[in-house]
């Protein structure tokens, strides 16, 4: 169960969903702010400043992507997207501009909560923890001496795995798109080499993995980039 005091914002405009996501989240003790609308929901964020934000893309007043760009540019707020599957651009250019993740209709309730509780834990440790070390199934990586062991042995990595690794690890249990991880890695000429990407993080899951073909930790978001989880 998690502390009462943990605000959730929730920015929905169909009636029915958001009652879903509210009865979900306070079953587990969550505190949760309704919202219809962007502009009530920017005003709920910036009043009662929420540990977690949830935010429907398709709102009546304004676009949430619009509504996840204004909050980002004075908050480091963990942002969960409800998405609709028939567009995956969309969802792509919001966590572009900076979500953490996304949950697509019609979604469960294990799969709302889980979601949640990666975010929290990824904001507390972000506050929390300055230890240089991370620690994933039987790898250990050392991010400011810059080394990889699993099970205490060396893992050799190239300098664009590591690269790729050092930019899951510092953004555990956020999607990573496509796009960001070419640019931060390759640089911004490459962001559409999506092959490239295939390639590394086989490798990467084949040194990293215990089952490279049923990864634990290194996950793929389809059609939309990756995601480290850490447990
Ligand atoms: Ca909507």
Redesign the pocket.
């Known amino acids: 169960m998690a502390d009462p005091t943990t605000l959730i914002v929730v920015i929905?405009?169909?009636p029915q969903i958001r009652r879903f996501v509210r009865v979900a989240l306070e079953a587990e003790q969550y505190t949760v702010i309704e919202a219809a609308t962007g502009t009530q929901g920017l005003m709920d964020v910036g009043t009662r400043r929420p540990d977690l934000l949830i935010v429907?893309l398709?709102?009546p007043d304004m676009d949430g992507i619009d509504v996840i760009q204004d909050i980002r540019s004075w908050s480091n707020l963990p942002i969960l997207i409800l998405s609709a599957r028939t567009n995956e651009a969309h969802k792509v250019k919001a966590l572009d501009v900076g979500a953490d993740d996304y949950l697509t209709k019609p979604f469960g309730i294990p799969e709302l909560l889980a979601r949640v509780r990666a975010l929290l834990r990824r904001s507390v440790r972000a506050h929390t923890d300055d230890v240089p070390s991370v620690r994933f199934g039987d790898v250990e990586v050392n991010l400011v001496l810059r080394t990889v062991t699993r099970n205490g042995e060396v893992v050799h990595l190239t300098s664009i795995e590591y690269r790729l690794l050092a930019q899951l690890i510092t953004n555990a249990e956020r999607v990573l798109t496509h796009g960001a991880l070419l640019r931060d890695v390759w640089g911004p000429h490459h962001a559409d080499k999506i092959h490239y990407l295939r390639v590394y993080m086989s490798n990467l899951r084949h040194k990293l993995e215990h089952d490279p073909n049923a990864p634990r930790y290194i996950l793929t978001a389809s059609g939309v980039g990756y995601r480290l989880v850490l447990s």
């Open positions: 929905e405009d169909e429907d398709g709102l």
